[in-house]
């Protein structure tokens, strides 16, 4: 982004001189427009209230600093540190990131709209609230922060959210995450609407209430421990809780020839319904009860479960149907359809399908 000219005259001088620039900020605000900031060290500038627009940043450090309400608009920012610093209100409209870092910083509430983020850290966050709105961002390292996310119309790709510290959440409304890792993470909660989600982990994590809705999925849950699961109206293209510990489950009117894996899932409730051509593999899940009614099931694994209670109540097989060795202490089976592709072998269980 071309920027018309140098800093000039006041701000010239007070941007060599951070302590000098803190001073006049507290005076004024701090305005900045049409102006290129380059190879400047303002470390532990304190800018109460600042405004920047058309402005290029290039090769500067602002590391330890502190700005209260800042606005950024229409600008680049290359090259540039912002180490342990603090923000307060900030808006980054329009703004493009190239190779910054936000390492150890706090944002207070952060919206960052209309931008383009590329090889930029924002990582070691202590507790911060961030918004990505219209946003693209990939190779974006957001690993071990204390975080409230939300990314809204924005498409986040190749990046990593590893180790999100207790109290993080994350909110995804009409977005595109591609091969995003957030494992060994704590969150309160993980929601997700109207977005397509692929090649995305969020394993061996802590969360207290996952909610996905209309989104097509391409994620793993396994090895997660979790209170609440609410996942409805998705095109499922992979959806896996392997392993995992679930205390409730629902899965609501999903479809798609994709997977759905719970595979050695440990549960209290589980609960899937109207669902149509669904893969789905419960193989050596265990738990209090498992309700399956009306749906269409292309695959069906439940080998080797083991259940308080088993409820499958209209539901059609088509394909391997496999309920060998499963057993339930109460089943109750009844409107079943076997499909003219459906092979279905139930060796060893004490369940009757028919």
């Known amino acids: 982004m071309e920027t018309s000219r140098p800093l000039s005259g006041k701000w010239l001088d007070l ?28 470390n532990g500038v304190v800018l109460p209230i600042a405004r920047f627009e058309k402005t290029r940043w290039e090769n500067v450090t602002a590391e330890q600093a502190n700005f209260g309400d800042l606005t950024i608009k229409d600008s680049a920012i290359i090259n540039t540190s912002f180490f342990e610093s603090k923000f ?17 910083a706090t944002f207070g509430d952060a919206k960052f709209i209309n931008c383009t983020i590329s090889a930029t ?6 507790p911060s609230k961030i918004e990505f709105v219209n946003t693209e961002a990939a190779g974006m390292p957001l690993f071990q922060s204390s975080i409230e996310l939300i990314i809204k119309n924005s498409n986040i790709s190749d990046s990593n959210f590893v180790g999100l510290k207790q109290g993080s959440s994350i909110l995804i409304e009409n977005s595109f995450l591609n091969d995003v890792d957030i494992d ?9 609407t109207d977005s397509k989600i692929k090649k995305t982990k969020v394993q061996d994590t802590h969360i207290g209430k996952v909610i996905i809705a209309n989104s097509t999925l391409g994620i793993s849950f396994a090895r997660s421990v979790i209170d609440e699961v609410h996942v409805s109206e998705t095109q499922n293209e992979f959806l896996g809780f392997v392993d995992a510990s679930i205390n409730s489950a629902s899965i609501s009117f999903c479809k798609g020839r994709g997977d759905v894996n719970l595979s ?38 439940f080998y080797k479960i083991v259940v308080g209670r088993l409820l499958i109540d209209n539901v059609e097989f088509n394909g391997e149907t ?28 004490n369940i009757r399908l028919y």
């Not at 850290?121 to 202590?126: G, Q």
């Not at 060994?184 to 997700?192: D, E, P």
Request: overall charge negative; proline content about 2%; aromatic content about 8%.
């Open 264 to 301: 050695g899932l440990k549960f209290n409730s589980l609960n899937v319904r109207n669902c149509n051509d669904l893969v789905l593999s419960v193989w050596q899940a265990s738990g209090k009860e498992i309700a399956v009614t009306n749906c269409t099931l292309n695959e069906a694994i």
């Open 121 to 126: 850290e924002i990582r070691n966050l202590d």
């Open 88 to 104: 307060g209100k900030v808006i980054f409209e329009n703004v493009i990131f190239e190779d910054v870092s936000f390492v150890a």
């Open 322 to 349: 496999d309920f060998d060795n499963a057993q339930a202490k109460q089943s109750e089976v009844r409107n079943i359809k076997k499909g003219p592709s459906a092979t279905i072998t139930a060796e060893g269980s």
């Open 184 to 192: 060994m993470s704590y969150l309160t909660t993980f929601t997700v």
């Open 15 to 42: 941007f060599k001189n951070p302590g000098k620039l803190s001073q006049q900020a507290l005076k004024e605000t701090v305005e900045i427009f049409n102006s290129a900031i380059k190879d400047y060290d303002i």
